[in-house]
């Protein structure tokens, strides 16, 4: 029953966000229209994209047009696409009991371990560069060296943005899951994860799986992008890549 209601109740707020979204859409023409009663000729390029021009010297107009109307002045870029890169991960309370199983550990108890794979993502702006929904599929080799993967999706939203740097926050339901390690010799079992000794896999579902990103804005189009999953006490990770806005 807890479970429903969590369902239902994500369901709800994703339901809100996108009709704040069409409010959102359905405000453009008037602002269109108002422009151009004030004397600019606006042409739509598409896709949230205009031009605007005056009909008379006022330079004054222009940077009143972009001041009132910023998202006119510019597209909006509601897809985007990122890659990154899988490396560091750390184990605040050690690796133990299972430290010696993970070869790529950096220290001997395993607090830093190398798990390398890749990061593939996709995001849907609901408000333009503030909130969106967000899909995340990882491929790694886990702290073992086993093929493991993530699966995720949720809300994610700007907590600030300076300049050319961001930084934004998200949350939604993950799934975890792994090789089973029960078939790596002197496996100790944590139960952190599900699965039993005959299982080929091991997994774990969260509602609330979460990830900090942190943004640098090289281009219009394209970001230097770190994420930062903040997994206390199991793991914390960290990946680094690229963001692409179609």
Known sequence: ????????????????????????????????????????????????QVRLSLNDSDENKGIEAQSQYPILSQKSKRHS???????LSFHPLSGKPNAELMPNRLDEQAYFVLDLGALLTYEYFIVPDILSVKFIQGLYADCAAQFAGVTSIGLRARIFQIGRHSLLGGMGPTWIYRH???????YVDTKYYKGTPTDKWQYKFLWYGGELEYKFAISSKLDFATIFVPGYPDLMAFAVGLNYKL
Do not use: Y
């Not at 807890?2 to 966000?17: E, G, P, Q, S, Y």
């Not at 696409?81 to 490396?87: R, S």
């Not at 089973?180 to 002197?186: A, E, G, T």
């Open 1 to 48: 029953m807890i479970k429903f209601r969590r369902i239902v109740c994500l369901l709800m707020l994703l339901m809100t966000m996108s009709a704040g979204a069409q409010v959102f859409d359905e405000q453009e023409p008037q602002a269109l229209e108002a422009l151009a009663h004030k004397g600019f000729k606006v042409e739509d390029w598409g896709d949230k």
């Open 81 to 87: 696409i990122g890659l990154k890169f899988m490396g």
């Open 180 to 186: 089973n390690w029960f078939l790596i010799p002197n």
